[in-house]
């Protein structure tokens, strides 16, 4: 009968903590009768000498403890020859005139010249027994053309058979024999606990068939989206349920697999905190569960259509539940706003419309206070992107339980399908990929944002969104923003600077910003006027060259 490698792990565990005791008491145990006595030559008693001791021997592993941690790497062995082979390594070939283009004259000659360039892109693993391959979107998106080398070598050519950007999952397919194609065994993210072991297996920086050992370090946490179409990304959306782990996850590493030990799929791995392109501990990997509901769409429709209720919360803090007259330990989603005409406004949802100062910041309170939804209770405002991502589907009726105006309430709700974009959409701020760089994302200030930031409706300028770290604004110590905020279906992240002028010309949009940036040379001192806190601020920052498309974060390219 074939051992499972999580019952023999755990039998191992169970042997180290009854072994290890006994073994460190035979090591430090006093010397028994038994010790030889150290005998004084009687010449040498009128001067009496202690005598020292030999040291005693090395201990030596005992058995059991080598069984033990022979097993566990039986254990491991045999997961990797197990999911390795559904592990593939996804690539480009582009020609090297192509890339280099930018640098130089068009060469006649280059058009005879069969020189190609292999670019590793990631990692996927198969799906079915049809050829279908799963990975990440960021990972293929932009690629030309696209191939997958398996385990056994073999090299075949891929097509886009859909992608979603909003999960960061798409979906290839390859024509190659059925003795190739080795699908993965789905478990439910769900039952996934925080301390759990966790391997995975991908092709960090190029170097295939690789796997890393680490545990489960938190669950719930949520996954910033990147739009990397815009100068060095902006944030497009938030993944929630992701399982956050302490295994080393490198570029190349995304698209690959998050297995448990008993070898069985319980995530995608996407990449490692803040867009740092090695491994610092801390990595995250988008569960199961949502792949479970992608993926299948995207093979049967090219598509995915995600649930939606049209809301924007906050979470309950002691400060706002004491100015809504509620209990201090009170937890929910507060209520923004909803939505026009989306799922929730149309069911009613009330949004908040009472001012109020706290801590010397304006606030937004008396919306309904989600506490939960079909029972399951809410107590901060990803539980909800998170049940909706588990349970529901477009067309399914859900109920909200709110407290409005202290009263719990019963909210029934028919999920919608998500927007591709809000009716008016901020554009997103960064200069042409040449000239000067400030680097910063960024959009346009407008009403429904700046009601959100506490400013006039009528304020413009440039919501900063994210600021690349050692960028000349980071050194001018520019603020990127900290708080997801849903406007129409795409997160938008407030809370940072708003940049209202540079040197003296005034910035009302980010065509107003480009254009001054433009003027600019490498090396000139500017004077940035910005909102902070409502607050006007100058900063004084010193404009560099742009850096080049390598600067991007989060890409695996």
């Given at each position: 009968?074939?051992?499972?490698?999580?019952?023999?792990?755990?039998?191992?565990?169970?042997?180290?903590?009854?072994?290890?005791?006994?073994?460190?008491?035979?090591?430090?145990?006093?010397?028994?009768?038994?010790?030889?006595?150290?005998?004084?030559?009687?010449?040498?008693?009128?001067?009496?000498?202690?005598?020292?001791?030999?040291p005693?021997?090395?201990?030596?592993?005992?058995?059991?403890?080598?069984?033990?941690?022979?097993?566990?790497?039986?254990?491991?062995?045999?997961?990797?020859?197990?999911?390795?082979?559904?592990?593939?390594?996804?690539?480009?070939?582009?020609?090297?005139?192509?890339?280099?283009?930018?640098?130089?004259?068009?060469?006649?000659?280059?058009?005879?010249?069969?020189?190609?360039?292999?670019?590793?892109?990631?990692?996927?693993?198969?799906?079915?027994?049809?050829?279908?391959?799963?990975?990440?979107?960021?990972?293929?998106?932009?690629?030309?053309?696209?191939?997958?080398?398996?385990?056994?070598?073999?090299?075949?050519?891929?097509?886009?058979?859909?992608?979603?950007?909003?999960?960061?999952?798409?979906?290839?397919?390859?024509?190659?024999?059925?003795?190739?194609?080795?699908?993965?065994?789905?478990?439910?993210?769900?039952?996934?606990?925080?301390?759990?072991?966790?391997?995975?297996?991908?092709?960090?920086?190029?170097?295939?068939?690789?796997?890393?050992?680490?545990?489960?370090?938190?669950?719930?946490?949520?996954?910033?989206?990147?739009?990397e179409?815009?100068?060095?990304?902006?944030?497009?959306?938030?993944?929630?349920?992701?399982?956050?782990?302490?295994?080393?996850?490198?570029?190349?590493?995304?698209?690959?697999?998050?297995?448990?030990?008993?070898?069985?799929?319980?995530?995608?791995?996407?990449?490692?905190?803040?867009?740092?392109?090695?491994?610092?501990?801390?990595?995250?990997?988008?569960?199961?569960?949502?792949?479970?509901?992608v993926?299948?769409?995207?093979?049967?429709?090219?598509?995915?259509?995600?649930?939606?209720?049209?809301?924007?919360?906050?979470?309950?803090?002691?400060?706002?539940?004491?100015?809504?007259?509620?209990?201090?330990?009170?937890?929910?989603?507060?209520?923004?706003?909803?939505?026009?005409?989306?799922p929730?406004?149309?069911?009613?949802?009330?949004?908040?419309?009472?001012?109020?100062?706290?801590?010397?910041?304006?606030?937004?309170?008396?919306?309904?206070?989600?506490?939960?939804?079909?029972?399951?209770?809410?107590?901060?405002?990803?539980?909800?992107?998170?049940?909706?991502?588990?349970?529901?589907?477009?067309?399914?009726?859900?109920?909200?339980?709110?407290?409005?105006?202290?009263?719990?309430?019963?909210?029934?709700?028919?999920?919608?399908?998500?927007?591709?974009?809000p009716?008016?959409?901020?554009?997103?701020?960064?200069?042409?990929?040449?000239?000067?760089?400030l680097?910063?994302?960024?959009?346009?200030?407008?009403?429904?944002?700046?009601?959100?930031?506490?400013?006039p409706?009528?304020?413009?300028?440039?919501?900063?969104?994210?600021?690349?770290?050692?960028?000349?604004?980071?050194?001018?110590?520019?603020?990127?923003?900290?708080?997801?905020?849903?406007?129409?279906?795409?997160?938008?992240?407030?809370?940072?600077?708003?940049?209202?002028?540079?040197?003296?010309?005034?910035?009302?949009?980010v065509?107003?910003?480009?254009?001054?940036?433009?003027?600019m040379?490498?090396?000139?001192?500017?004077?940035?006027?910005?909102?902070?806190?409502?607050?006007?601020?100058?900063?004084?920052?010193?404009?560099?060259?742009?850096?080049?498309?390598?600067?991007q974060?989060?890409a695996?390219?």
């Amino acid at each position: 009968m074939k051992r499972s490698p999580f019952l023999i792990l755990s039998l191992l565990i169970v042997l180290t903590l009854a072994i290890l005791p006994a073994s460190l008491a035979a090591q430090t145990a006093p010397p028994s009768a038994a010790t030889p006595h150290v005998v004084v030559p009687a010449q040498a008693a009128e001067s009496p000498v202690t005598a020292t001791p030999a040291p005693p021997p090395p201990q030596m592993p005992q058995p059991d403890a080598l069984a033990l941690f022979g097993g566990m790497q039986s254990a491991l062995q045999e997961i990797y020859q197990q999911v390795n082979p559904s592990v593939v390594h996804i690539w480009e070939r582009k020609k090297l005139a192509e890339l280099f283009a930018w640098d130089s004259e068009p060469d006649p000659a280059a058009a005879t010249r069969p020189m190609t360039w292999r670019n590793g892109l990631g990692s996927g693993f198969v799906w079915d027994d049809q050829g279908h391959i799963v990975t990440n979107n960021h990972v293929i998106e932009g690629a030309d053309r696209l191939f997958v080398t398996f385990s056994s070598g073999l090299i075949a050519e891929a097509t886009v058979v859909g992608q979603d950007k909003r999960s960061d999952l798409a979906v290839l397919h390859v024509d190659v024999p059925a003795g190739q194609l080795h699908p993965v065994t789905i478990a439910d993210s769900t039952a996934v606990q925080v301390g759990q072991f966790v391997v995975a297996i991908g092709n960090p920086w190029d170097y295939a068939g690789t796997m890393t050992f680490g545990i489960v370090s938190a669950l719930a946490r949520s996954l910033s989206v990147w739009d990397e179409a815009q100068p060095f990304g902006s944030v497009s959306d938030i993944i929630p349920d992701v399982i956050q782990i302490d295994a080393p996850i490198n570029p190349g590493n995304s698209g690959g697999v998050l297995v448990d030990m008993a070898g069985r799929v319980i995530g995608v791995t996407s990449n490692g905190a803040g867009g740092v392109r090695w491994s610092v501990g801390i990595a995250f990997a988008i569960p199961s569960v949502i792949v479970a509901r992608v993926a299948p769409a995207l093979i049967e429709t090219g598509a995915y259509s995600p649930p939606w209720l049209g809301l924007n919360t906050m979470a309950l803090t002691p400060e706002l539940a004491e100015a809504m007259k509620l209990a201090p330990e009170q937890q929910g989603a507060l209520t923004l706003d909803v939505t026009a005409d989306g799922p929730a406004d149309q069911a009613g949802v009330r949004g908040s419309s009472q001012r109020v100062t706290i801590e010397d910041e304006d606030m937004l309170i008396g919306g309904d206070l989600i506490v939960a939804i079909d029972g399951e209770p809410i107590l901060v405002p990803e539980a909800i992107d998170t049940y909706l991502v588990r349970h529901t589907d477009p067309g399914q009726e859900v109920v909200l339980t709110v407290l409005r105006e202290g009263e719990p309430v019963n909210v029934p709700v028919v999920v919608g399908v998500r927007p591709e974009a809000p009716a008016e959409t901020p554009a997103p701020a960064g200069p042409a990929k040449e000239g000067v760089w400030l680097g910063v994302s960024g959009v346009n200030l407008i009403p429904a944002l700046a009601e959100v930031m506490g400013l006039p409706a009528e304020q413009r300028g440039v919501l900063v969104q994210t600021v690349i770290t050692g960028s000349p604004a980071d050194e001018a110590g520019v603020r990127g923003g900290y708080k997801a905020y849903s406007l129409g279906g795409s997160w938008i992240m407030v809370g940072g600077d708003v940049i209202v002028a540079l040197d003296e010309g005034p910035v009302e949009t980010v065509a107003d910003l480009g254009d001054l940036l433009a003027a600019m040379t490498p090396g000139q001192e500017a004077v940035l006027t910005l909102l902070r806190d409502a607050a006007a601020v100058q900063v004084a920052v010193t404009l560099v060259a742009w850096p080049g498309v390598n600067a991007q974060m989060g890409a695996d390219r």
